[in-house]
């Protein structure tokens, strides 16, 4: 079974929206199912069909998130402080040569990659290329735009 690595930070984000979803969402659900199916007809009733859908995705996102927490590797990435060479869980300070800015990303597992706060999953481009590499080193990265190329200005495990 494979196993998914994942910030501490990452879990608790999940764990959090499975409780909710368990706790909160499922019963208000349940709940808008029983008045809507107080309203007759179930054949017509839209209130009633959107609940069940909404039931749906509720129970479908319940089992995905159940069998991912099942399957993590939570990473203590504090572990790693003093290490120089950039590995999972690393804050990479980075200079882009291709548009002249100083970028920060995160190194994270896949559930917890988000491009719009700089989190980037262990299997993106950027972040196989930035792997085992160190302050001053530059790599190059084929995108779909073309080549880029970074220069490391710094690794942290914070």
């Known amino acids: 079974m494979e196993k998914f690595p994942m910030t501490p930070a990452g879990y ?22 029983a008045t809507a199916r107080d309203h007759g007809d179930l054949k017509e009733n839209a209130e009633y069909h959107a609940a069940r859908e909404k039931q749906g995705f509720i129970e479908g996102r319940i089992q995905e998130l159940e069998s991912v927490t099942s399957r993590v590797d939570v990473i203590d990435t504090t572990q790693f402080e003093g290490i120089t060479s950039i590995r999972f869980g690393a804050k990479v300070e980075v200079y882009a040569e291709h548009n002249d800015t100083q970028e920060t990303y995160f190194i994270v597992g896949h559930y917890e ?4 706060t700089n989190r980037l999953s262990i299997q993106a481009p950027l972040s196989r290329s930035l792997i085992g590499k160190v302050v001053g080193d530059v790599v190059k990265v084929t995108t779909p735009g073309g080549q880029k190329s970074y220069e490391i200005i710094s690794v942290s495990y914070k």
């Open 113 to 116: 990659a988000d491009i719009k």
């Open 12 to 33: 608790a984000q999940l764990m959090a929206e499975l409780r909710n979803l368990k706790e909160v969402e499922r019963p208000a659900v349940i709940v808008e199912i």
